[in-house]
């Protein structure tokens, strides 16, 4: 079995990374994909955060996605708590249906 190090970037000290887990309404999960890359993604970049990657299940249930940050777990979380109460977030989410039933938000270490 390959044995992965703890970190494999220089930066990684530096980088706040979280798993975002979000169960589904399956027959929502393609509008709130487009939802998510046109609205809010690009939102959430202008105010400093990356996104990693993002995976969907083959039943459309579990959409999986990786956001990252410049900074420790503390400047994330307060850059993540100004995002949530941002006007800019408000109006984005207006009037959209509940696409997602169950939220598993996480700080993770890449490993590999």
Excluded: C
């Excluded at 494999?8 to 929502?28: I, K, N, Q, V």
């Excluded at 949530?84 to 490993?111: C, H, N």
């Amino acid at each position: 079995m390959t044995e992965f190090p703890e970190s494999t970037s220089a930066d990684t000290a530096e980088r706040t990374t979280w798993m975002r887990r979000y169960t589904l309404d399956p027959s929502l999960a393609e509008e709130f994909i487009e939802f998510l890359t046109t609205r809010v993604f690009p939102a959430r970049e202008s105010l400093g955060f990356t996104i990693e990657s993002m995976w969907l299940d083959t039943d459309k249930s579990q959409l999986t996605w990786f956001v990252s940050r410049q900074g420790n777990s503390e400047e994330f979380a307060a850059a993540e708590k100004h995002w949530e109460e941002s006007e800019v977030r408000a109006e984005i989410f207006a009037g959209r249906p509940q696409y997602v039933t169950a939220k598993d938000l996480r700080e993770v270490t890449r490993l590999h």
